[in-house]
DNA sequence: TTGAAAGCGATACCAC
DNA sequence: GTGGTATCGCTTTCAA
């Protein structure tokens, strides 16, 4: 009694085209063994004249492709870990027809016990799994184990490139560094000197971002020399220490770059030096205690490395592989958001992972 | 011979462990009449235990819905539109399971053949459609009509908020503003004036910029004061004129902020006026023939509206609203990114729609 | 009020 | 090489 808009063609619409059996048009249009290279050719003609779409719904209805996925992820820092671990189950949950299953597994630490754990996790023979490559030398044999046993990998929040995962998931480092320089050779006018803290420069993550800041200071803001780069290996002490001792120094750099979450200590530094708003700051990562600062000028940015989105275009990358089977681009590299005074609120939402909004992929 | 883990239970398993019929765990769990209020609190409260997940592949197979969805969207501006088309088709590909029949429906220009467009395919019954509304007053009341008929309606780029729209997707707009004025801010450490170049101040994008620009700008940088805003209407003649006007003040601003696409009259402008790069330039969009200026120094920055990921966002809002019934947020706002020079690079893939990537919603 | 069964479109297996 | 058919989980119709 309703209309019957000339529905989209099956294999059933074919195969009766051609008098032939659905079984046959099936191994015909997937390449399979068994059928004759003309009764292949004709099948393949009527599905192109007919624009056959294969239907997705009966298709993973049939396969029921439950898909075993797991996520090694550390459990600090929480304020990006959470979020991330968010944008994984909020894309996997989103993903219709598809059967997920996804388990997270946690340790403490980026490269404490994450070895130690998939290696104990490696008869599990999940289908794919999502892991933080804290030292690659240690997670690239598991991974190539992995690989081989028919598991796929995908990095996210850094890379492992000299392993044979899948793909890799990132935030730009190089660039990250680049715009910190450039905002600050923009917002310092006077000469002077700046200066950079990492954690340290055997991860890849935080070299680039080294390399990306001194490139683009060099080239664009001459009138700044970049002191030594400060390694704080993640410890907030150290960081803090590191920071009291850089403004001992006469003249005391006019700028600072924090390019991984420890800037807390530093801002502390700088306020008992009373030198917070006087030193322009541009720190990496959001997090509520970093706020009120942002808020109130005392920092010129902070480099949000959006997690939340990072994992939601992980799993994205991951099932889309182990569904569709081609081989996705090895290297996603997000933009980071360049976050000020003025666009602040539109992240604060999002520092609330247990939300998962949908829109949260902004 | 393989493992059969604890497979996610569907009505089947509810239905066992009640010694009930599917019919009735179905009837059930949609609310449907013909149940026992006792035999219905049972069901639930089983499907909660057993944390059951309807199968979507299962029931778009049955249903067979074939979501009917058309995309109202101008021709012009291209930059802008072609690449929010092609997130659209992206996502909507990308919905396994869910069967999408995308009709996109142009016209020349916003505001210009739209409402008619609309008007004449008022009969079509689409399940939902996307449009982009240039002109409220005369778009919001086929938006009600459609929605009378059951037609689902999503703003895209622009918002009818006194329209019963599910939806609107866009960038936030006073932020965008307030974003040009702190960088100008920050930029233009001496005295002067600063202007602002519009669209026209009715459409609402463009007076929440205005207001976003004119607000941060008096907070937060009371050394600049602002010039009177300049409509454009979209016009390149307008929009070169307005500027030579503009530059012939004395003194000169020192700053513009060209809140539209609109921007390359502008830059002609100050070009013959040797003025590039002595005043400082925020625009909006991105486009290839902006990519010159910024990767010279020329614009400070441009504001990117992100018309892949805005489609994207659009398209999914819309079919999970369609397929799950459950309204949306009303407003999604996305956070605008800030291109620089140091990080152009990570955007210019975008300018090709071509590629359709799907990691193009970075 | 409830149960039983048909069937959505594609896949995969077993006959011939 | 090919045809026939059971099956995936859900919705819906018909019987009881």
Redesign the pocket.
Known sequence: MNDKPT??P????I?AAL????????????G?????P???AQVLKMAEKLN????M???S????RRLHIAAYLPLQIASFFAPLRAGISAAGRAAHGLNLDLEFRTYPTLGDGDSELMQIDLDRGYDGVIITPGDPARIDPIIRRLTQQGTAVVCVASDAPRSDRVAAISVDASASGGIAAELLGKTLKERGTVAILTGQLGTQDHAEKLRGFAATLATFAPHLSLLPAIESHEHPEEAYNSTLQLLRRKPHPIGIYVSTANSLPVLRALEERKLLGQVEVITTDLFPELVPFIESGKILATLYQRPFTQGKVAIETLTKYLAEGIRPEPITRLAPHIVLRSNLPLFLNRLVPETENEADDA
């Open positions: 529905r989209s099956g294999i059933k619409e195969a008098k032939i059996s659905i079984g046959t048009v099936d191994r015909a249009l997937h399979r063994s068994g059928v004759s003309k009764t292949r056959y779409q294969p239907n719904a009966a298709r209805l049939k396969l029921n």
